[in-house]
């Protein structure tokens, strides 16, 4: 398996020499190969991160947590630019402008909030200001104390708390002071970044602390910065060994991933997009409706629940179950079984496997009426077999030629030598699907032709295969394909591209996958990993920007 | 009490001033005939035939090319041909403003600072509000994607794509009837700007306390809350009457087979060329393009994308070469169009506190993702590039130079010498001699 993962790196070289020199692992480089990834032998090690800043969902989730109020500037924080697919993998972009203006909002209206309805959880500061400029200041104090442990997420000093209450003071008055807390909580850089492992060399390993341990375990699971349990649970002591860690990352997953889980599923397989899935003329689709969409969309969503939450059922199961879990929304598309107003779960047909199987999928790559193969190919490559097509080798499409069906169209359109040498790979994964229409129906017949869905999977060495549901069973028993999903839910879970020293972790997971373990066990497995619990500074130095710090 | 001297009672000044002497500033403007603007405009897909006049040579004739538009100020233009650099769409993306071109991911560039970065962060003074402005043809997923600029460190930086938020950067926010003269609103003011001094200061001695690797988040955060005080700061010497805000954007921009640029380009440059007038920012950038779709409003029944390609046989677009080059030289003339409402409002404009006009100390750039090819296979190994504006003198306008082969990146080392950065030695992975045929420092 090893030397067909460098085929298939040699022939990603091959596509107009853009892929970078593959000693190179840098954030900006196509990510490590696979050979060392997969290494058994690699010893433990940890790739190099930078700090970063929360993601607007995390920033959201955390504030409304810490505050208990429901924040309307929320919705309005700009979207994160996702490197790599993952809105928590910001590396390479630099905060802009209007990311920091959001910061000050969100404080902004937290602060409002306080002003006008009072502040939970301070009962000092329900008579104030009547009562003076003491009980102000000892509101003042009880805010710093109620919140600044769970927004700078560390132990917090004396220095800390007079620091906040030093800011009141600085106020002509006192709705001005809360302004200032809530300023001096929230715009603070210890909040707004994830900071840790202080003081560690550039170049080495350190192990985390336990607070930083909490935070990692908060927002990969949650999407949130660590609750009062899981810092009571720090300040005790139980974060110090590994099996009080599991309990903590077992409890997070139990009560609070169902977002985040969505979330990394929905970014990893672009079923974020199936809302704007919709065709560019409606009139050649009357039958893409709202609903439908709607229906799709809430398929996939359903259907992921059901396996992590409701069955408990494995990696494999999800790619592959023999029954999905839809309403009534999508009867133009599942004519085989009653279908009710609300999601449940119905048996498939042989010809239907798993989630690559759904309308959410298929349907969200098409032009016109038609399958856009290129596309299905491209994504499913790309998505779960960790096989990156370069963007510079953008497709143009094929002339409308008489008397052949699209997928000989397609062919035809990209038998140049030039484009043979990727598209080789891609064609043959997207034909598998052309078992399915533009809108995810199964289908025997093109327009006037015979389908013709034989196809393969080079990239997993399944190069014979004949349909979607074949596709889907191929990919499910494939561990090129376990390892892939173990890299992509590392990027996700540990907000950064993985490197060649995250092998070890890497392997970890993707061994859970193979053993066939629940998701649930899979995704928590990435808390145990070495790389999960230690840090390597960047070792990129910092801008020189002529002024001392 | 106005601003400024608010905050020097108030001992902000202790911080906000050190800022101002980071970048050079006064070096750079001391610096005899140095062009006071920048402003970059880049095109999709590569260039045709079409974009040269006859020959080089001097005495520039525009009216054979598709910059015919441009004749008038032919006498204060240069377009250097024959350019070599590597790569295709994602290098071009990276590397036009960087010269450093081998990203990838996302086509990101392997470092910076950009051209217009460099540029800005050098002229910027205490009056001017934005360091620099990026906008581009995007949508509100993953604009970043689109971003061409990069800062010292190497971050990209995200472009600005709705009307309404440039708009706001150059005149401050829409509907906002704030009365400085009303206490409660000055008493608010003064609150968010010590707020602000005081978030500075904590990032500023969180930064001390890390090591110099972990010092580059926090330090780019700084460097934008540095610029948000900046925008508050400035607004008191910003003078500019604001016209009427831009439509609420972008109702359209949910198609995404729509010709996103046909609606955004008309603006961005609107906004581009009034913040430069206006001295809102000296140095600014345009992206437009970013479509597959036939541009139906030129009477173009192809997308940008396939015309670029011409006619390489039935496997790639299948475009007859006739119909290519014509709606490939349309096409372009409509974005020449889009990058001489700038041009003329520079030439409009006479230099503040000098002589002749704004353009005269601009430079303006027009720049593609691609060389000049017959048909284009994804490659920039005869790049070509257009300047209008005088440089302050520092350039040899009124010619086609023909650069045989000399790197791209020579080239922006060249216009790095021409904005008076005559510091900087190399540009780019491989920009390490200017051309001096076409400087005249």
């Known amino acids: ?549 | 009490m106005n601003r400024r001297r608010f905050l020097r009672g108030a001992g902000g000044a202790a911080i906000a001033l050190p800022f101002f002497n980071t970048f050079g500033a006064g070096e750079a403007r001391a610096a005899a005939g140095a062009p006071k603007r920048f402003f970059a405009f880049m095109v999709d897909h590569s260039e045709s035939p079409d974009m040269l006049p006859t020959g080089p040579g001097p005495g520039l004739d525009l009216r054979n090319t598709y910059f015919d538009g441009l004749q008038e100020y032919a006498d204060r233009s240069l377009i250097v041909s024959n350019l070599y650099s590597i790569g295709g769409h994602g290098s071009g993306v990276a590397g036009a403003l960087t010269g450093k071109p081998t990203g990838l991911v996302d086509n990101m560039a392997t470092g910076g600072p950009s051209l217009d970065v460099m540029f800005g962060d050098r002229w910027t003074d205490e009056d001017t509000k934005l360091r620099h402005l990026q906008i581009a043809t995007a949508s509100s997923r993953n604009p970043g994607l689109h971003g061409i600029s990069y800062n010292d460190a190497g971050d990209r930086l995200v472009p600005d794509f709705d009307p309404r938020t440039i708009f706001e950067k150059i005149y401050g926010p829409i509907g906002d009837s704030t009365d400085g003269a009303d206490p409660a609103v000055a008493r608010r003011m003064r609150l968010r700007t010590s707020i602000l001094d005081s978030t500075i200061e904590e990032y500023r001695l969180l930064n001390a306390t890390l090591s110099v690797a972990d010092r580059r988040r926090l330090q780019e955060h700084l460097s934008t809350l540095r610029d948000q005080e900046r925008r508050i700061q400035a607004a008191e010497a910003f003078s500019c009457e604001a016209p009427s805000p831009p439509d609420p954007c972008c109702a359209w921009s949910e198609d995404r087979q729509h010709h996103l640029a046909r609606y955004m380009t008309p603006d961005h440059v609107a906004l581009a060329s009034r913040a430069l007038v206006c001295g809102a920012t000296r140095s600014a950038v345009v992206r437009t393009g970013m479509s597959t779709s036939a541009m139906d409003w030129l009477a173009i029944p192809e997308s940008m994308h396939n015309i670029s390609h011409g006619d390489t046989g039935s496997s790639n677009g299948g475009v007859p070469l006739e119909f290519a080059y014509e709606w490939h030289a349309s096409a372009r003339r409509w974005q020449v169009e889009q990058f001489k409402v700038v041009v003329d409002a520079l030439a409009n404009a006479p230099e503040p506190g000098g002589e002749g006009t704004m353009l005269d100390n601009t430079i303006c750039m027009w720049i593609a993702e691609m060389g000049i090819e017959a048909v284009h296979h994804h490659r920039r190994d005869h790049m070509a590039a257009l300047v209008v504006g005088g440089a302050g003198g520092a350039l040899r306008t009124n010619q086609h130079f023909d650069a045989e082969g000399r790197h791209f990146d020579d080239f922006l080392l060249s216009l790095v010498h021409a904005g008076g950065c005559t510091d900087v030695t190399s540009f780019g992975d491989s920009g390490e001699n200017p051309i001096s045929e076409i400087l005249s420092v």
Not at chain 1, 127 to 136: F, Q
Not at chain 1, 268 to 291: G, Y
Not at chain 1, 488 to 509: H, K, P
């Open chain 1, 1 to 549: 398996m090893r030397a067909h993962s460098w085929l298939i790196f040699s022939l990603l070289l091959a596509c107009e020499g853009v892929v970078g020199d593959p000693g190179s692992t840098g954030s900006r480089t196509v990510p490590p190969i696979p050979d060392e990834i997969i290494d058994p032998e690699a010893p433990d090690d940890v790739g190099a991160s930078d700090f970063r800043r929360l993601s607007p969902t995390e920033l959201r989730n955390s504030l409304e947590l810490i505050t208990g109020l429901t924040l309307a500037s929320g919705d309005s924080i700009p979207a994160e630019n996702a490197a790599h697919g993952y809105d928590r993998v910001s590396a390479g972009y630099a905060v802009s402008g209007d990311q920091v203006d959001a910061f000050e909002a969100l404080a902004d209206e937290i602060a409002d909030q306080w002003i006008e309805s009072g502040i939970r959880g301070a009962a000092s500061c329900v008579d104030v200001p009547p009562g003076g400029p003491a009980e102000a200041e000892a509101c003042a104090r009880e805010v710093a104390e109620l919140h600044a442990e769970l927004a700078l997420r560390r132990e917090v000093r004396a220095a800390d708390l007079d620091a906040l209450v030093g800011k009141y003071r600085r106020a002509e008055v006192h709705e001005d002071g809360l302004r200032w807390l809530a300023h001096g909580l929230f715009r603070h850089p210890e909040f707004i970044y994830v900071i840790e492992g202080r003081g560690s060399t550039p170049g080495a390993g350190t192990e985390l602390g336990d607070y930083d341990i909490a935070t990692r375990l908060s927002l990969a699971l949650c999407e949130r910065t660590p609750d009062a349990e899981l810092l009571a649970a720090v300040r005790d002591g139980s974060l110090e060994n590994e099996a009080g860690v599991a309990q903590q990352a077992e409890r997070l997953f139990d009560t609070c991933s169902g977002p985040t889980i969505e979330n990394f599923f929905g970014q990893w397989l672009e079923l974020e997009d199936t809302l704007t899935a919709s065709p560019s003329d409606r009139s050649e689709m009357p039958e893409f409706t709202d609903d439908f969409i709607f229906g799709m969309d809430e398929e996939w969503r359903a259907y992921l629940n059901h396996v992590v939450y409701v069955a408990n059922g494995s990696f494999q199961e999800f790619l592959s179950a023999d029954y999905t879990v839809a309403s009534d929304k999508l009867a133009a598309v599942y004519d085989f079984a009653e279908l009710s107003e609300e999601p449940q779960r119905v048996d498939l047909p042989a010809t239907r496997r798993g989630i690559l199987n759904q309308p959410a999928f298929l349907a969200r790559f098409h032009r016109g009426d038609e399958t856009h193969p290129i596309q299905r190919g491209v994504f499913l490559l790309k998505a779960l077999t960790c096989f990156d097509i370069p963007m510079e080798e953008m497709v143009s499409f094929p002339p409308n030629t008489p008397g052949l069906s699209n997928r000989d169209r397609w062919d035809e359109h990209t038998r140049t030598p030039q484009c043979v040498r990727c598209h080789g790979v891609i064609n043959p994964a997207g034909f598998l699907f052309e078992d399915f229409d533009s809108m995810g129906r199964h289908r025997t017949m093109d327009g006037d032709f015979e389908v013709d869905a034989s196809g393969g999977l080079s990239t997993i060495d399944a190069d014979s295969l004949n349909g979607g549901a074949s596709a889907s069973e191929a990919l499910a028993g494939s561990e090129d394909v376990a390892q892939c999903f173990a890299r992509q839910w590392f990027r996700f879970g540990m907000a950064r591209v993985e490197e060649r020293a995250d092998a070890s972790s890497v392997r970890r997971i993707t061994d859970r996958l193979v053993e066939g373990a629940s998701l649930r066990e899979v995704l928590i497995e990435l808390t145990s990993t070495y790389s999960f619990r230690h840090r390597r500074a960047s070792a990129m130095p910092a801008p020189d920007t002529g002024e001392e710090p």
